[in-house]
Structure formats: C-alpha cells, structure tokens
C-alpha cells in the first residue's frame, strides 16, 4: 500500500530538571531512512519536559521533506505526545480554538509543519522508556533519543521561555544575553 512512499523512522525524546535551578532540558531526534542514521539534538534553558518532548516531534518533522512521498512513524516514550494524536486530542484542541491548552503555540506549530507535508503519510507508536534490551530496533533508537535529549550532555543552552513566565533563576553564563 505505501511501497511507493520512503519509509522514515523517527523516534523522539525530550528531557528537563525541576532541580535543576535553571531548569535545563534537552530534545533529542534519531531518524532512520534508507538505512541511514541522522540525529539532532539540542539545549533549553528556562523549559519544561512536555515542551521539550514537543520540541522534539517539532524538529523531528522539520527534518522531512515535504516534497517527498513518505511513510513517517514517530515513536516516542510520551504518552503525552503520544495520545495527543492517537486519541484525537490534538484534533479537539484546534476545534476548540486551542482555549486552555498549554503550549499551544508549539501545538500549532506542530500541525502546521505536519500539513505543509501533504505527501507524507504519519504515524505515531508509544515505547516504554528506558527498556534494556538494545537488540531490540524500537528500543535501541528510544534509547538513541533518550540520550541525546539528557540535558546534562548538551553543550549549550538556548533559552525556551521568557523569564517573566516563571521563576527560574537567571544563569550568571546568560546575564550577556539580556
């Protein structure tokens, strides 16, 4: 039914740390197309774990051509992400003029990006986290994407939300960026 579409495998993850009093996190994308591995990663600052878990999927699409035929299956360990799409919460949400919604600006965007792919077929799965068995294809990328999201591991950090939307403290490394 899709043997005419390229088939692209993209498990997504995203990270953050309520302790840590900066509140960095990290997304983490590992793609599989054509049997070649490509993979992004990147870091926040001022952020929250569902936002970096969107920022992935976000990313995640982006790296789709949208000129392309495709069979896209993203598999990620957020239920959240997850059921957003497979129980039509998405779909509920838009209708509703996305009144209520958290993040609502990265949900737009979301779909926006997934509708500028008119030819690619999408598809979500869920995976239980941090599973072991790394001869496993779904298990091994999760895990791929689940360490390139640790925000311990990211180089640098971008700031995700304005500082007058929470508390979070001001790094003294960021004092040059305001």
């Not at 600006?105 to 926006?112: A, D, F, R």
């Not at 895990?143 to 403290?169: F, G, H, M, R, V």
């Amino acid at each position: 039914m899709f043997n005419d579409r390229i088939q692209i495998t993209i498990f997504t993850d995203g990270s953050c740390s309520v302790k840590d009093p900066y509140k960095r996190g990290g997304f983490g994308v590992y793609c599989i197309c054509n049997g070649k591995e490509t993979t992004l990663r990147r870091g926040y600052w001022n952020t929250t774990t569902s936002r970096m878990e969107m920022m992935a999927l976000l990313n995640g699409i982006q790296m789709v051509d949208p000129d392309v035929k495709t069979y896209v299956t993203v598999i990620s360990d957020s239920q959240f992400i997850v059921n957003a799409f497979r129980k039509g919460h998405v779909n509920s949400w838009r209708r509703n003029g996305w009144v209520g919604i958290k993040n609502s600006e990265l949900w737009k965007e979301i779909v926006t990006e997934i509708e500028r792919r008119r030819k690619m077929v999408f598809g979500m799965k869920w995976i239980g986290g941090h599973q072991a068995n790394l001869s496993d294809d779904y298990i091994f990328g999760n895990n791929c994407a689940d360490a390139l999201a640790d925000y311990k591991s990211q180089d640098c950090w971008e700031q995700d939300l304005p500082i007058a939307d929470t508390i979070c403290k001001v790094p003294e490394w960021a004092i040059d960026v305001f």
